[in-house]
């Protein structure tokens, strides 16, 4: 099969495109493609330039510390929707939480305590402390009132949040070493690993039951042939259609890593993981998906722009000198930090950013609603990662949900980051160790995936 049938790279079957073809022996290789996105003031070879020669290596830098490669995750919440629990049996579907003390103590503490000395009771704290209880009014709640409070304050919390987010002191929720347990192909697949992207793409997409989405294989035979799910697409509004393709962004990354670390040689000697050009064709090549391959890219770099454009806009809450990456190891912390802010203020420097503002522009009522929408559509998805059967997918879905939930919620928080303090906690916006971890690693599996494109066309190249 031509290398063009894949990479006509990306996107020869959309408007607004421009493309430099050279014919080379086996067939017609695309060596340079420039193509706009749709939606978006951008083209793919700016995102690639940008995020492989200058984003990429720091990024991953960043996320073998300590700080990041910690998340604390509760993998034995029920599935709310089905009562079906079944669970993945394979050996690669199986996470190993770490060990109580083999995670640094600073990040041990409670996660809103972003500095050493707000995890520390000075002599002078602890002696007023001791006067506030020995003179202190009886201000006892009941059992009753306290959970309604708690209640309150979680509601108030949550009300913009995008995701349903673990509770940290539950006894169920432990430390997980993303290193050591990194996303890769599980063998999980088939109608239980269909069963969640179905209930995602057709209960939480604002698509109607009519609306066939193309190549489900749960639907065999009733896909898009005739184009009626584009064409709706194309009809929705910019808010509805972005968030379809950000779930479409979502899942055509997590199958590009699926695709790059899979499972090729399993003896009992040896588990050799690598690329599987004939996965990733099945899943991306133009002929071979009917042209839904390069729709799945260019949704990638559809969700890279919108959560590059997150990290720009958070950069004033990182930049606080009250803010740090608090592990206990002071050193460390402070170089994490300094890369923390380049790799933001790289982020910044991206020449055609993704225009928020043009999200939930109209009538203010009418836009409030659909922003609430689109909001709570989207922390149901994220209830959804509960009902995923293989552990290791459950965790990097949960992850990648939060992060791109975290990434949302930056968007729509721009006066509350710009009207931050510089010391001080920061009350109108807040950012949890969890949303902090969520969101780069998020954006780091975005990233390479974006990088992984690069090598899946060069081993392309070199089997023709």
Known sequence: ?????????????????????????????CHQVTVHLEDC??????????????????????????????FKVNLKKP????????????????????????????????????????NTISPHDRECETAEKLGAVNKSLSEETKQAVLDWNRHDDSTDDFCEIDDEQSPNAEYVDLLLN???????????????????????????????????PLFPG????????????????????????????????????????????????????????TEFKQRFDAQITTGEGPRRLQN???????????LAKVLPFFERSAFQLYTGNEAVDTRNKNLLL???????????????HSLFAGEKKESE????????????????????????????????????????????????????????PAQRFHLTRQDIVALLNAFGRISTSVWELQNFTELLKSAH
């Open 41 to 70: 003031n951008c083209d793919v070879e700016t995102i690639k330039e940008f995020n492989n020669k200058k984003l990429f290596p720091k990024v991953q830098e960043l996320l073998k510390n300590d700080y990041f490669r910690y």
């Open 222 to 277: 009733s896909g898009d042939e005739g184009g009626t799910f584009h064409r709706w697409l194309q009809d929705l509004c910019l808010e509805k259609r972005s968030f379809y393709r950000t779930i479409s962004g979502l899942h055509t990354s997590i199958n590009i890593h699926l695709s790059a670390r899979y499972l090729l040689q399993d003896t009992w000697y040896e588990r050799k993981w690598g690329h599987n050009i």
């Open 369 to 424: 609603n659909l922003k609430e929408e689109f909001r709570l559509h989207f922390k149901n998805i994220s209830r959804i990662m509960d009902c995923i059967g293989c552990f290791k997918c459950r965790l990097w879905g949960k992850l990648q949900v939060q992060g791109l939930g975290t990434a949302l919620k930056i968007l729509f928080s721009e006066k509350q980051i710009n009207s931050l303090s510089d010391s001080g």
């Open 182 to 216: 990194p996303e890769r192909y599980t063998g999980y697949k088939g109608k239980e690993a269909w069963k969640i992207w179905n209930s995602i793409y057709d209960e939480n997409c604002f698509k109607p039951n009519s609306v066939r989405r193309p190549l489900n």
């Open 79 to 118: 599935c709310p929707f089905w009562s079906d629990n079944s669970h993945c049996g394979l050996r690669d579907c199986a996470v190993k939480p770490c060990e109580p003390n083999g995670v640094p103590a600073g990040i041990r503490s409670e996660s809103f305590k972003y500095t050493k000395d707000a």
């Open 1 to 29: 099969m031509m290398l063009t049938s894949l990479f006509l790279m990306l996107f020869c079957t959309f408007p607004h495109q421009s493309s430099q073809d050279t014919v080379s022996g086996a067939g017609t290789h």
């Open 300 to 310: 990638l770099y559809f969700l890279y722009l919108m959560e590059l454009r997150a």
């Open 342 to 356: 380049e790799i933001l203020s790289l982020a910044k420097s991206f020449p055609s950013h993704f225009d928020e």
